[in-house]
């Protein structure tokens, strides 16, 4: 069955700021999502999904 | 006074997003001037401006003064316009009258119009469909679906 993913965009009204909340993501693809909004401005904030960082990590550790 | 200042908009790099922004802003689209050469800028008297460039100042997105006066000041406005330049980023001119009106807090807001409408659009590019956005806070938040991959 297909998974649905939800990516969460937080706006501030003021200056245009933006943070990227991914914890809803699903499957593989969040790098190229965070490298689409990177586009526009840098976000301020990006919430990875939690085996997303996970797998950072690990591979930060294996080029150690 | 009319005199111009030239304020940086780093974020805006697309005249299409801008217009949208300006729109949701409150500006029909037919008060939005889009030129792909810069066109020259008219003060309240609608005299030519010679501010910031000694051949006349000239801008690519503009809002001309009758729809300024209606939206921002509802006094003797001067054109606002936007200025593309050749790495694609734009720059706001805007008169010293109208920036009491047009002032950071305006910019700022503006920004984070064309922000959203830029973040719908990178969005769709990546296969997502817009679910829906509420306010809170003073922030937006904008969320997105996608099904399946």
Redesign the interface.
Known sequence: M?????????????????SVDLTGFE???CD??IK??A???EPSKVIEKPEYKFVASQQKQIRK | MSKYSTNPV??FKDAALLIAALQEMGFEANEIEHHAIAQQLFDYHGQPTKYTDRNGDKANVILRRTAVNRHLSGGASNDIGFKQHGDGSFSALISQYDSAYANN?WI??L??????Q??IQ??A??G?KF?GSR?EN????????????
């Open positions: 297909a998974k649905t993913t939800f990516v969460t965009v937080e706006i501030d009204d003021s200056d245009g700021s933006f499957g593989k693809g190229a999502v689409a909004f586009e526009i401005s | 780093p974020t807090q700022g807001k920004t984070a119009a064309y922000t959203r830029s973040v990178k969005a590019k990546q997502f679910v306010q003073g922030k937006t938040k904008l969320q997105f679906s996608r099904v399946g991959r």
